[in-house]
């Protein structure tokens, strides 16, 4: 457990997981003002990685290596006097897929918890390079699950998101903004990798196209 101070009198408190899979891991944050203000609990899954060695010929060993990821993340609001406010909760669920990326995260909050955003995360992996983490897709979507937001992701000069990365470097940022009508940021580089341009455009392009006019 660790505790900081803050100048202003204002503590918190984090509490880790000791044990073999999770050690390490925050397992709750609590935030004092006085009199406890916010507690916010972390619960992890935990997925055995492949052994890579084996003891005998025959005989594997036990799982010696662990990926342990955030599934769900609880807050509890507190008010002045200590009490729980009624309705202060909220809850955060992550899902993930055979590659172990984010592609869901579910917010709720409120008296009940009820669903109030989802957010969702594609990927295009290049499994010949070892590619596999990077988002082409993001959806935000409300209660009913109607999309409010959206940014497509392009990578090593595609002009798509669903184009399978290269190398990985981002080279495009498509925002949505409403119709059909889309946003533009795109990223240049030089030979060593690193970006050395910015552009941005003052009109608009479509989810499969960039804009025609630029700053």
Known sequence: KVTVTNPDGTKIETT?????????????VSVYSGNLASKTTYTYSVTSLPVLFTKT????????RYWAYLAQADTALYGTNGAAIPGGVTRTSYQYNANYNLIMKQEYGG????????????????????????????????AGGTVVAQTLNLY?????????????????????????????????YDAW???????????????????????
């Open 57 to 64: 010929a025959v005989t594997p060993l036990a799982p010696l």
């Open 111 to 142: 008296s009940g918890l009820p669903l109030y955003r989802t957010t969702t995360y594609v990927y295009y992996p290049n499994a010949t390079n070892n590619i596999t983490g990077l988002p082409a897709l993001q959806n935000v979507k409300d």
């Open 156 to 188: 090593d000069g595609n002009t798509i998101y669903n184009t399978a990365p290269i190398y990985g470097r981002l080279s495009g940022t498509r925002t949505w903004v409403g119709g059909t009508q889309y946003t533009q940021t795109s990223y240049g």
């Open 16 to 28: 880790y997981d000791q044990t073999d899979m999770l050690k390490g891991k925050a397992i709750q």
């Open 193 to 215: 990798g690193n970006q050395n341009s910015l552009t941005t455009y003052t009109g608009f392009g479509t989810y499969s196209s960039a804009p025609t006019t630029s700053a």
